[in-house]
């Protein structure tokens, strides 16, 4: 089993910045796809970011590209995603999410294992 857990969310204005963090422990992730989601209020979860077992691939969803970078340190068994020039509508709870399997998806039901998730609240 892996356990997920996230890190980094909090309160931002507009234009800002947050790095969130996500730690896996029970086994290494390192042969796994990672990613993130996102479900706002009322809304359905969405996909944001996915990366490679090896970091050499990633994709992003086009209301994040060029704004969100997801990273990983096998070594340290975790994965970041670096949020810059945040806008209102990211407001969300940000999931991390493992996949046993080297392949990328973006269907939230490919994936095996999640966290509990953590608060972005970014203000106008």
């Known amino acids: 089993q892996v356990q997920l857990v996230e890190s980094g969310g909090g309160l931002v204005q507009a234009g800002g910045s947050l790095r969130l963090s996500c730690a896996a422990s029970g086994r290494t992730v390192s042969p796994y796809a990672m990613a993130w989601f996102r479900q706002a209020p009322g809304k359905e979860r969405e996909f944001v970011a996915v990366i490679s077992w090896n970091g050499g691939s990633t994709y992003y969803a086009n209301s994040v590209k060029g704004r969100f970078t997801i990273s990983r340190d096998n070594a340290k068994n975790t994965v970041s995603l670096q949020m810059n020039s945040l806008k209102p509508e990211d407001t969300a709870v940000y999931y991390c999410?493992?996949?046993?399997?080297?392949?990328?998806?973006?269907?939230?039901?490919?994936?095996?294992?999640w966290g509990q998730g953590t608060q972005v609240t970014v203000s106008s």
């Open positions: 999410a493992a996949r046993n399997t080297v392949a990328l998806g973006v269907a939230a039901q490919a994936y095996n294992y």
